[in-house]
């Protein structure tokens, strides 16, 4: 079956750095997206990635190893407006989305 | 504006209907219907890639949906079940799920169904 792993919940400190995972195991495999969801908000787009490597942008970065179906999120500096559900989704060889069930990040002072 | 859904909430009785509507000013072709519950990733219940063309997702069960023009996407439960309480998301792409396409969504529809 196709299954997406993340981890629910997550704790770091303002200013750190936090790294999310996401396993994925999908019928066939055609990229993988992160999208950040706040509370009681609708999820927005962060990156898509197709290809092995890490992809930067800004404060926030998205790696993919397609060989160990593995991705993870990196979050930089973190802010209080950080904190938020993290969903990873991964899109199957029917460029069907396969969702995990999200990680909520939580950012102490 | 992006995409708009009404009702923001609503509580049902059991056996009611009701329609959640889903409006998007991005002239985007393919529409997307979800559900968010808890434990749970977000499940696709109905699509459309067009005006009356739509298709089922894998929580299709108990819900009916209608595309009459490219803005407005209608998601209706026929006869409501507590099984259909949840958060309840619109979303837009301007072509199907390949490559990059991003999904658009709109803020969610907290339904419950007593």
């Known amino acids: 079956g196709q299954n997406i792993d993340q981890p629910t919940e997550m704790t770091a400190t303002e200013g750190a750095i936090v790294q999310i995972n996401c396993t994925y195991q999908?019928?066939?495999?055609?990229?993988l997206f992160w999208y950040q969801q706040h509370a009681g908000e609708a999820p927005t787009f962060l990156s898509y990635?197709?290809l092995d490597g890490l992809e930067e942008k800004g404060r926030f970065s998205s790696f993919l190893s397609r060989s160990k179906g593995y991705s993870y999120l990196l979050l930089k500096e973190l802010q209080m407006k950080d904190s938020a559900s993290y969903l990873c989704?991964?899109?199957?060889?029917?460029?069907?989305?396969?969702w995990g069930a999200g990680t909520k990040l939580i950012i102490k002072p | 504006a992006g995409v708009t859904q009404t009702p923001k909430f609503r509580v049902l009785k059991t056996g009611q209907s009701m329609t959640l509507l889903c409006a998007q000013d991005?002239?985007?072709?393919?529409m997307y219907w979800y559900r968010q519950d808890p434990g749970h990733g977000l499940r696709l219940i109905h699509y459309?890639?067009?005006?009356?063309?739509?298709d089922k997702g894998e929580v299709s069960d108990g819900y009916s949906v209608s595309r009459s023009k490219t803005e407005d996407f209608l998601l209706t439960l026929e006869s409501a079940t507590s099984s259909q309480t949840s958060v309840y998301f619109c979303?837009?792409?301007?072509?199907?799920?390949?490559?990059?396409?991003?999904?658009?969504f709109g803020a969610g529809s907290r339904l419950t169904v007593l």
């Open positions: 979303a837009s792409s301007d072509r199907g799920l390949s490559g990059a396409n991003v999904l658009t």
């Open positions: 991005m002239n985007h072709e393919y």
């Open positions: 459309s890639y067009g005006v009356k063309d739509t």
């Open positions: 999908t019928s066939g495999f055609n990229g």
């Open positions: 990635n197709v």
């Open positions: 989704a991964g899109l199957d060889s029917n460029y069907q989305l396969i």
